[in-house]
Every structure is written in C-alpha cells, then in structure tokens.
C-alpha cells in the first residue's frame, strides 16, 4: 500500500473511498502531489472503483479540476468507475458553470455514492 499525504484512502467493499486532507486544493505543488496520488491509485495499485469524497474541501482551484478530468478519463482507459460525493454547493457551483456536472456522477454523500457502483 502506498503511502499517501495528500488523501486519506479506505476501501468499502470492493470500492476505494477517497477524502482529501487539505481544506484547500489551490497551488500547483499540491494539485501535482494530489493528481500523482490518484493517479497511482488507478495505475499501480489497480484499483477500479474510485470514490472522491470532497466533505473537507473549501476552496477547489481550476488547476484541480483539470486533474480530475485527466483522473476521470485514466479511469475510463482501465475499465473503471469515478464517483464524486460530500461537494459543497459553492464547489457545485463550478462543475454546473463548466458542465463538469454532466462528466462526473455526482452524488449528495458517500452513502449515495456507495449505493450506485
């Protein structure tokens, strides 16, 4: 198991659920760690069933959500499932400007999320 300092990481089931250490996910050194960190989670550790549980983040930079998408179709390439839960209306409110509400499957919370895998 690798060791991650950008993210906790807990396996449900057979699917692995993912919740982000900062508060804020806005410079570029931190979204690199954080990109490489999920990136693994699908290359190397082989895992097929990604939940990105967001209760504790605040504050999302755009920066981000580049690497989420880039996450989002590394997932797709390995035959994989991207769920998205625990976002706050004012971080909502950005995947609805960019349309990224209609790439990812959002879910309300973690439960929700967990149910539709």
């Given amino acids: 198991m690798a060791v991650h300092r950008s993210l906790q990481v807990t ?4 699917v692995t659920v993912v919740r982000f ?3 804020k996910i806005l410079d570029e050194v931190t979204i690199q760690e954080l990109g490489q960190e999920l990136f693994n ?3 190397e550790e082989n895992r097929s069933k990604l ?3 967001f209760s504790a ?3 999302l930079s755009s920066h981000a959500l580049g690497k989420l ?3 989002e179709k590394k997932v797709k390439a390995h035959k994989g499932k991207l769920k998205l839960s625990n976002i706050r209306p004012e971080i909502y409110e950005v995947f609805a400007i960019t349309k990224l509400n209609k790439l990812f499957d959002i879910k309300e919370d973690e439960a ?4 539709a895998f």
Wanted: proline share 0%.
């Fill in 69 to 71: 998408i880039t996450l």
């Fill in 21 to 23: 250490v900062d508060r």
């Fill in 57 to 59: 983040v605040e504050f």
């Fill in 11 to 14: 396996e449900v089931g057979d």
């Fill in 51 to 53: 939940l990105l549980n």
């Fill in 112 to 115: 929700d999320a967990l149910a």
């Fill in 41 to 43: 989670l699908i290359e």
